[in-house]
């Protein structure tokens, strides 16, 4: 029909084309498309965030609290799989460190309002402004793991933890703030503290995060697949335990 249509208005036979006959059709599904997988980035990153930064904002008030520092990170770690593109590994992380800052540090901004006179909103709005600078190690840790990552999770987790670390023990923070602190309040688990710093804390935590969130990831491969990153995940906190118990009981009282 389009080149009988076509043949008739410009006086010569024209060869039916059908992609030419179906390209306006394709181009609003397209947008559909475009448009739904967006949408479902947006939806399913803002719920792992939000599930992180709550657990975190639990992790850091301490006493049995601490026993989320190997899962609080899983549910923004599962969805940050699931990003292939610079663009939204970026958007990703700068979300989570706006949760992390919220969750943590929202006390900050509130004190940074009363002592400028601004008000407690406007502190806030400043805090979450200075969000992805006061939490490099966020950022670094997604854009490193995406980097080596394409192919091989395992080797990018790895890398990203390693990054994480790095920019926490060498970038200076605000706050001075590193994810191990949080396992002060175990005495079992903070005695490997003397072995590894709080920033080997750290880098266990995540690698029990990262081990629980590749687990999920691989459920549709059946449970076998599942049992690797799930070790790893049970590992970081039996050796914790485990050193925390030698440590306690060479100890002199």
Same mark, same amino acid.
Not at 78 to 85: E, F, R
């Given at each position: 029909?389009?080149?009988?249509?076509?043949?008739?208005? *410009?006086?010569?036979?024209?060869?039916?084309?059908?992609?030419?006959?179906?390209?306006?059709?394709?181009?609003?599904?397209?947008?559909?498309?475009?448009?739904?997988?967006?949408?479902?980035?947006?939806?399913?990153?803002?719920?792992?965030?939000?599930?992180?930064?709550?657990?975190?904002?639990?992790? $850091?008030?301490?006493?049995?609290?601490?026993?989320?520092?190997?899962?609080?990170?899983?549910?923004?770690?599962?969805?940050?799989?699931? *990003?292939?593109?610079?663009?939204?590994?970026?958007?990703?992380?700068?979300?989570?460190?706006?949760?992390?800052?919220?969750?943590?540090?929202?006390?900050?901004?509130?004190? $940074?309002?009363?002592?400028?006179?601004?008000?407690?909103?406007?502190?806030?709005?400043?805090?979450?402004?200075?969000?992805?600078?006061?939490?490099?190690?966020?950022?670094?840790?997604?854009? $490193?793991? +995406?980097?080596?990552?394409?192919? +091989?999770?395992?080797?990018?987790?790895?890398?990203?933890?390693?990054?994480?670390?790095?920019?926490?023990?060498?970038?200076?923070?605000?706050?001075?703030?590193?994810?191990?602190?949080?396992?002060?309040?175990?005495?079992?688990?903070? *005695?490997?503290?003397?072995?590894?710093?709080?920033?080997?804390?750290?880098?266990?935590?995540?690698?029990?995060?990262?081990?629980?969130?590749?687990?999920?990831?691989?459920?549709? *491969?059946?449970?076998?697949?599942?049992?690797?990153?799930?070790?790893?995940?049970?590992?970081?906190?039996?050796?914790?335990?485990?050193?925390?118990?030698?440590?306690?009981?060479?100890?002199?009282?």
């Amino acid at each position: 029909p389009c080149g009988a249509a076509r043949a008739g208005t *410009q006086g010569y036979a024209h060869p039916p084309n059908r992609h030419s006959c179906r390209a306006p059709f394709l181009k609003p599904r397209s947008a559909v498309a475009s448009l739904y997988s967006s949408s479902r980035f947006t939806v399913r990153t803002l719920l792992g965030v939000i599930a992180s930064g709550l657990m975190l904002g639990v992790y $850091v008030r301490g006493e049995w609290a601490y026993l989320l520092g190997f899962v609080a990170l899983v549910p923004w770690l599962y969805t940050l799989s699931a *990003q292939h593109t610079w663009a939204r590994v970026v958007g990703s992380a700068c979300l989570m460190a706006l949760a992390y800052t919220v969750a943590v540090f929202w006390w900050f901004g509130v004190a $940074v309002g009363d002592y400028t006179q601004l008000g407690a909103v406007p502190g806030l709005l400043v805090l979450l402004l200075l969000a992805p600078v006061a939490q490099p190690q966020i950022l670094a840790f997604a854009l $490193v793991r +995406h980097a080596f990552g394409q192919g +091989h999770p395992v080797r990018g987790a790895l890398a990203g933890a390693c990054a994480w670390v790095a920019v926490e023990r060498l970038v200076p923070k605000l706050l001075s703030d590193i994810l191990g602190y949080g396992l002060y309040p175990s005495p079992l688990l903070r *005695q490997a503290a003397d072995a590894v710093g709080s920033a080997g804390l750290g880098f266990l935590l995540l690698l029990a995060n990262i081990g629980v969130a590749l687990a999920m990831g691989r459920r549709r *491969q059946g449970w076998r697949a599942t049992l690797p990153p799930l070790g790893l995940a049970a590992l970081v906190p039996l050796l914790l335990v485990g050193y925390g118990l030698l440590r306690t009981s060479t100890a002199p009282t």
